[in-house]
């Protein structure tokens, strides 16, 4: 990833500092309390990602070296959520209010931090790259591990010239995919910690990280659509005299357009680089065509969806009413993805449902796909439950399942389509001896699905796939159950009717 701006040090700052946050309609929890509901997740198998991690790293420690795009998003939710948390525990103050401000302006300030760390959201950007290049079995290094604080450009390097010319010649999707897959990694990070802040009722304070990753990738897109990039190209290519050195694409958007609209053109055809050694990798605003800057430039407007949710702002949760004993809260966001046919536009419905009945809530998600290469526009659907009670409790299941119309062949100019799906089932084991009392310190968890051939958000194969994972998930913050269950139930006869 390209750090263009440090979007974390705009306006929000005097939002920290402020006595209160926009409130949240934050209705009753469920039968674990808020704290208990904080969620680590240790990924142990990821199949059959693990087996080409494994081909190109050439060790056993593949999983973590050389991580999945959902093992990356699993890890990098995994560091702000324990961090967020973690600074939420120190007394900063005797006061109350005084103590939340604090401890906001601990956590903003982490974050700014964070893009130079490894787990951090620029660290994610990058491993998304990489796993795209892993799957071709393309060794590659991220330099966040290098500890870069303060640097403007961060690159993944040690790739050699005819590794790239190989993907982008032989795999035309995967190699416009590979440019765009950092974006779609700080995308998904967004979508992953709202779906756990809504459906675990978490108050981690987490919406400049929201806001950060979207204007983020909305700057970049802008430095590359109005041609500003081209300035810290020329200085990549003066200082990057080995081929070592070089990043493998310079600024992201700029080579996604240029893919897109020159499907067919070989790598090599790119010239030489100008230190005279090796292939010129990096794209600049004067090789896009017309076209491709308007494309560009329309992307930019349409990333702004990403801004579009209540939880952008702290609004957790939205009460959609009770009656017979349920309570009925929801939350809604847009989101824009970039791809390797075009963009992805969706609209994401989140329900959930408590019951003094219950000690599990229900919880589901509803997402509306708008697919388009650059002429078309196709439709998805999206459905998806998480942690639903089963056989009393001992057993927590997650589903996903989607349909599609996507443009055949993944081509950015077809006029065709062809449809697709992808169905997946996820089973958490909960090894309390009473589960209805809550869930046990550790679960755990295995999961299978398939797709066929098309993208999916989060998922590196284009190709039809059979996949499968196992680990385990830990809770933060242990409190005891039974009396969190009875404080539920206590909620639950004074606030429901």
Not at 153 to 173: E, G, K, M, Y
Not at 481 to 494: I, L, P, T, V
Request: hydrophobic share 40%; with cysteine.
């Amino acid at each position: 990833m390209k750090k263009t701006l440090l979007l974390l040090l705009y306006c929000s700052m005097w939002w920290a500092a402020s006595p209160q946050t926009v409130p949240a309609a934050h209705p009753q929890a469920p039968a674990d309390s808020l704290t208990e509901r904080l969620f680590i997740d240790q990924p142990l198998l990821d199949l059959p990602y693990l087996r080409h991690a494994a081909a190109t790293a050439g060790n056993v420690a593949a999983l973590h070296l050389n991580p999945s795009m959902g093992v990356a998003t699993t890890l990098s939710i995994d560091f702000y959520t324990a961090a967020h948390w973690g600074l939420l525990q120190i007394p900063y103050s005797p006061k109350p209010e005084h103590r939340q401000r604090y401890a906001r302006l601990a956590i903003y300030g982490f974050d700014l931090l964070s893009s130079w760390l490894p787990l951090g959201y620029a660290w994610l950007h990058e491993e998304y790259h990489r796993s795209v290049m892993t799957l071709r079995g393309i060794a590659s290094f991220n330099e966040v591990y290098l500890f870069p604080v303060g640097k403007n450009t961060i690159s993944v390097s040690r790739i050699a010239d005819q590794d790239l010319v190989r993907l982008c010649n032989r795999f035309p999707a995967d190699f416009a995919r590979l440019m765009a897959a950092g974006h779609e990694g700080q995308t998904i990070h967004t979508q992953q910690l709202q779906r756990n802040q809504f459906f675990y009722h978490q108050q981690l304070h987490n919406e400049l990280l929201y806001l950060n990753n979207a204007l983020n990738n909305t700057a970049y897109l802008a430095l590359c659509a109005f041609g500003w990039a081209d300035k810290t190209t020329a200085q990549m290519n003066q200082r990057e005299t080995d081929i070592a050195s070089r990043d493998f694409t310079g600024m992201d958007m700029m080579a996604w357009a240029h893919k897109l609209f020159n499907p067919e053109l070989p790598y090599e055809a790119r010239g030489t680089h100008p230190s005279g050694v090796g292939i010129n990798r990096y794209i600049t605003y004067d090789q896009l065509s017309p076209q491709a800057r308007s494309y560009l430039k329309r992307q930019t407007a349409l990333d702004l969806l990403n801004c579009v949710s209540p939880m952008m702002i702290g609004i957790s949760h939205i009460s959609l009413g009770a009656k017979n004993g349920r309570r009925f809260i929801g939350n809604f966001s847009l989101r824009h993805f970039l791809t390797s046919f075009g963009d992805d536009n969706c609209a994401e419905l989140l329900l959930q449902v408590l019951s003094e009945h219950r000690t599990y809530p229900l919880n589901g998600y509803l997402t509306l796909h708008n697919y388009n290469n650059y002429s078309h526009s196709y439709i998805g659907l999206e459905l998806g439950a998480s942690d639903l009670p089963l056989f009393g409790g001992r057993l927590l299941a997650g589903v996903c399942c989607q349909m599609w119309r996507q443009p055949q062949n993944l081509d950015f100019f077809t006029n065709a389509g062809e449809w697709g799906g992808s169905a997946s089932l996820r089973l958490r084991a909960n090894l309390r001896r009473h589960p209805e009392e809550g869930e046990s310190l550790c679960s755990p968890y295995i999961a299978a699905g398939w797709k066929s051939p098309g993208w999916v958000a989060g998922i590196v194969f284009q190709e039809q796939t059979f996949f499968a994972e196992a680990g385990l998930k830990w809770k933060l913050g242990i409190k005891s159950a039974r009396s969190s269950s009875k404080e539920h139930k206590k909620q639950s006869s004074q606030n429901l009717p």
